[in-house]
């Protein structure tokens, strides 16, 4: 299967509420990230940094994984009324997955290249 396989359901798609709606978002999330000042922080410090795409995922699945196990284990010290909803099993997940992805970030790295979604947001 290629992308353009069905161009008019893609249309059809692309032209319903659904489809407007979710572009609008990812328009509105893009000029909003472009316009954050945590985002202008962050690129200017990545391109001081200059590390290499492997290693920033695994920079960045280390940190996720450390960040949901802290959080998952401060839910346990909150008064349960206060709490989120968010079950435990969901941060174990979410940490168990960030591990996974910092351990195979080489693998990760080389196949971004041809993937996809990489070619979807250029």
């Not at 709606?21 to 001081?48: K, Q």
């Not at 941060?91 to 195979?104: G, H, N």
């Amino acid at each position: 299967m290629i992308e353009n396989d069905f161009p008019v359901l893609r249309e059809t798609v692309r032209e319903s509420v659904i489809g407007r709606s979710a572009t609008w978002l990812a328009m509105s999330i893009t000029a909003a990230a472009a316009d954050a000042g945590v985002t202008r922080r962050l690129v200017a410090v990545w391109s001081i940094v200059n590390v290499a795409p492997a290693g920033a995922l695994r920079m960045g699945g280390i940190v996720i994984a450390v960040a949901a196990i802290a959080a998952w284990g401060l839910s346990k010290l909150i008064p349960v009324y206060v709490a989120t909803a968010i079950p435990g099993a969901a941060f174990l997940a979410v940490s168990a997955l960030s591990a996974m992805t910092a351990m195979r970030a080489e693998s990760i790295a080389e196949q971004w290249r041809s993937s996809r979604v990489r070619r979807l947001m250029t």
